[in-house]
């Protein structure tokens, strides 16, 4: 009875064909791919996903014969008691594509732009030139310690790992890019502290850079973090369920991240930002304030 009653159900696709040409082109059944996706796995939510448990569960899996990151999204689920098509959404057909409204960029932006002349602190939306010194990349903490003409004079503070001296890190073996810097850049920094192995034998130093950012910027980066969680949603959640951002550590996170937008059609703009929110609340992040 099941079975029939999903072929009366998939007969709609039929009607809507030959009978309204709804979807009876490729241009037309690409516009509504989405609705009908969601559709399904609402269905497929409902019944706990019924047609894949038919053959597949998960009392009847070996993970120790699954790959580790088979294992681990699986005991994921078995934990939260998801369902399969919360991560198996393109197991039959390609997902359909998902994309955002750019007036969430451009109000993130413009609330940049509002940022009171006399904030004490401020955290670029995109990445930002810091006069000829280098770029600053989104989220970064940038404390104000004066102005120069139409720019803010800032002060950004990290670390730097012998070898990759173009580098600002947030912190000494916490690979989150604050900046890069230009030759001229890496003259200015202020030395605070002598090189230290960590215990991998990278050898880090903590330094500081004052420089002119004439971007906008916010005083807080909470509306960079809405903005992440919507493009979390968007692209990562159409795929499969949320992943907490405490799920890998702060460095592994960069890599698990181009993997799956690789996957979409996200801009490397906005791909950086959702790393940088996950590197941010990653389960082995501390802040240093």
Request: some cysteine; glycine content about 6%.
């Amino acid at each position: 009875m099941d079975y029939l009653v999903t072929k009366v159900r998939a007969s709609k696709d039929i009607w809507h064909e030959f009978a309204t040409g709804k979807i009876d082109t490729p241009e037309k059944y690409e516009a509504h791919r989405l609705g009908m996706a969601e559709t399904v796995w609402e269905q497929m939510k409902a019944n706990d996903s019924a047609t894949c448990r038919s053959c597949h569960q998960f009392d009847a899996m070996d993970l120790q014969k699954q790959s580790a990151d088979a294992q681990k999204m699986h005991a994921l689920g078995i934990k939260e008691k998801q369902t399969c098509i919360d991560c198996h959404k393109g197991i039959a057909h390609f997902p359909p594509e998902i994309t955002i409204d750019t007036k969430a960029h451009d109000a993130l932006m413009e609330n940049a732009r509002q940022t009171p002349v006399d904030a004490k602190e401020v955290y670029p939306v995109a990445p930002a030139a810091l006069g000829n010194l280098g770029t600053v990349y989104p989220a970064t903490k940038l404390n104000v310690v004066g102005h120069s003409g139409d720019a803010r004079e800032v002060e950004i503070i990290g670390s730097q790992m012998q070898g990759a001296e173009q580098v600002i890190y947030f912190a000494a073996g916490q690979r989150l890019v604050l900046a890069t810097l230009t030759d001229e850049g890496q003259k200015a920094l202020k030395i605070s502290s002598d090189w230290e192995k960590d215990p991998y034998g990278n050898a880090w130093r903590n330094v500081s850079l004052r420089a002119p950012l004439a971007e906008p910027a916010l005083s807080k980066p909470d509306v960079i973090w809405d903005y992440a969680k919507t493009l979390d949603k968007t692209y990562c959640s159409g795929c499969h369920a949320p992943i907490s951002s405490e799920h890998y550590t702060l460095n592994a996170w960069p890599s698990v991240a181009k993997g799956m937008g690789a996957r979409t059609d996200i801009s490397a703009e906005d791909l950086d930002i959702l790393t940088r929110w996950f590197q941010y609340h990653a389960k082995d992040f501390t802040s240093k304030e």
